[in-house]
């Protein structure tokens, strides 16, 4: 009666973690509530030194249809030697977290405050990267599917988009070209085989951005990225992950 939650257990490993357990370059996905109703959601990537230290980061947020950037450094706790615990702390642009390890440059993180934020650390591999990073042309396509924070479903706000979740696949060419089909759940209503073309740009450091401003992707590795959904007018974005 007070709603309905899911998540994941992962087996973990690599114990007894220290300093040097987060000795990488993360890419980072959280959702949580918005301040002002609908929902947030943060991706990025932040490089850990193995020693306590983020020596940088670089996030963009959509904040109930607000989208803006931070970048700068930040400090993280040894994690315990079992449990893998630690916190991070950022110098601007997210409040503190707190994540548990599940291996080497992988953890489940979770916020500190009134926004009941939640998501994940992924090790960054593959980089520097280029358009041809994503390449489906000679292999398997991208399926994708997304997450939205657990609200009560609720009228969008005047002028708003209804909140929709899609699950499908994504065909990159490698080059700058994006084709798309994808069956979609808007506000209880069912859209099934959505078919669009995009094209996409892709900076060094992984940052995925599309001709139709409708996403911002930050690789993992040539076979697995986190999405945001960025739609203008939308006030609930999603969390979302495309993977071979």
Request: aromatic share 8%; glycine share 12%.
């Amino acid at each position: 009666t007070q709603g309905l939650v899911s998540g994941e257990i992962d087996l973990q490993s690599g114990a007894p973690f220290n300093d040097s357990s987060l000795n990488a370059t993360e890419v980072m996905g959280v959702e949580s509530a918005a301040a002002a109703g609908g929902s947030q959601v943060t991706v990025g990537v932040a490089s850990f030194d193995g020693t306590g230290n983020v020596t940088s980061f670089s996030f963009d947020t959509n904040n109930a249809a607000t989208l803006t950037s931070a970048a700068g450094t930040g400090t993280y706790t040894t994690p315990d030697l079992v449990t893998g615990r630690f916190s991070l702390t950022f110098s601007q642009g997210i409040s503190p977290l707190v994540g548990y390890l599940i291996g080497a440059n992988h953890a489940f993180v979770q916020g500190t405050g009134n926004g009941v934020t939640a998501g994940t650390l992924l090790a960054q591999t593959g980089g520097p990267f280029s358009a041809n990073s994503l390449n489906t042309t000679s292999m398997p396509p991208f399926i994708f599917g997304e997450q939205a924070f657990a609200t009560t479903p609720e009228a969008p706000l005047p002028g708003g988009t209804p909140a929709t979740l899609s699950a499908g696949i994504f065909t990159f060419d490698g080059s700058v070209n994006l084709s798309v089909t994808v069956d979609s759940n808007r506000q209880g209503t069912r859209l099934p085989d959505q078919t669009s073309t995009d094209t996409y740009a892709v900076t060094p450091s992984g940052k995925v951005t599309l001709g139709s401003q409708s996403m911002v992707f930050y690789i993992v590795s040539p076979t697995k990225v986190v999405t945001m959904t960025t739609n203008p007018g939308d006030t609930d974005p999603t969390l979302g992950f495309i993977q071979q």
